[in-house]
């Protein structure tokens, strides 16, 4: 008689890590949800455009892995509340280079050391050599699911 395979959830890594993402989400979304107002997508595209400073619908998409419709919806949203631009790129006539707006800076500028505190109080619970550790090992896994 054959047994059936089974999974303990508990032990299995990927939804480990998939709660721990959606735990973390929910955790900073106190910050740009409650306070600001931004959905999680909106915030991912304001910080990726914040950090490459120009940047395609297709460059955030590829920094992000969000898929197209979230980010179209996200930028046309931060764009009807004035906090990113879009103009035409200048490497690429069939695309617009996304910016951020005097207000979408200061409002970047506003999160991030909140943001950075939440992240030192979560991290707090590990070692400095559990930190870096953790840096590592979640890079290093990435460049593996990337090859």
């Not at 617009?96 to 030192?120: F, H, S």
């Not at 590592?136 to 990435?142: A, F, Y």
Request: aromatic residues 6%; contains cysteine.
């Amino acid at each position: 008689m054959n047994e059936q395979p089974t999974l303990d959830l508990t032990n299995f890594f990927p939804y480990q890590f998939s709660i721990l993402a959606q735990q973390m989400s929910e955790y900073l979304a106190t910050i740009y949800k409650k306070q600001h107002g931004l959905s999680k997508f909106e915030w991912r595209v304001l910080a990726t455009v914040a950090q490459c400073r120009s940047v395609s619908a297709t460059g955030i998409m590829e920094v992000t892995r969000l898929d197209k419709m979230q980010v179209s919806r996200a930028i046309s949203k931060l764009k009807s509340q004035n906090i990113l631009v879009q103009t035409p790129s200048t490497t690429d006539k069939r695309a617009n280079d996304v910016e951020l707006t005097a207000l979408g800076n200061e409002l970047y500028q506003t999160i991030v050391p909140l943001i950075k505190r939440q992240e030192a109080k979560l991290l707090a619970h590990l070692s400095a050599q559990e930190r870096e550790q953790l840096i590592m090992i979640t890079q290093k896994l990435s460049r593996a699911l990337d090859a």
